[in-house]
Nanobody, 120 residues
Framework: QVQLVESGGGLVQPGGSLRLSCVVS????????MAWYRQAPGKLRELVAA???????RYAAPVRGRFAISMDNAENMGYLQMNSLKPEDTAVYYC??????????????WGQGPQVTVSS
């Protein structure tokens, strides 16, 4: 069974930093891409950042220049470094992995979503 387990959420003051981690397990064959999404209360889930297995990245405009996504293919890990955090970054953050497992078709899986709260 594929599992995505995130860590690193919590409460931070404006201007502070947090690093989210996501470990993928479950006998996977290959991770093609990973992404982080977030969902604030009363809002739709939105893409924050994405990275391909080859290292190409893209970011949502509100976080560009402040957040950095990375991926360790060998360890099946994904990371989101969040700097200069603002109150509007407060949300539940979800890890997403696009992967193949054995002979199954390529599919996307989700983590459980740690809470990130930016407040003084």
């Amino acid at each position: 069974q594929v599992q995505l387990v995130e860590s690193g959420g919590g409460l931070v003051q404006p201007g502070g930093s947090l690093r989210l981690s996501c470990v993928v397990s479950g006998g996977i064959s290959r991770i093609h891409a990973m992404a982080w999404y977030r969902q604030a209360p009363g809002k739709l889930r939105e893409l924050v950042a994405a990275i391909t297995g080859g290292g190409a990245t893209r970011y949502a405009a509100p976080v560009r220049g402040r957040f950095a996504i990375s991926m360790d293919n060998a360890e099946n890990m994904g990371y989101l470094q969040m700097n200069s955090l603002k109150p509007e970054d407060t949300a539940v953050y979800y890890c997403n992995a696009d992967l193949t497992k054995g002979g199954r078709p390529r599919a996307a899986y989700w983590g459980q979503g740690p809470q990130v709260t930016v407040s003084s």
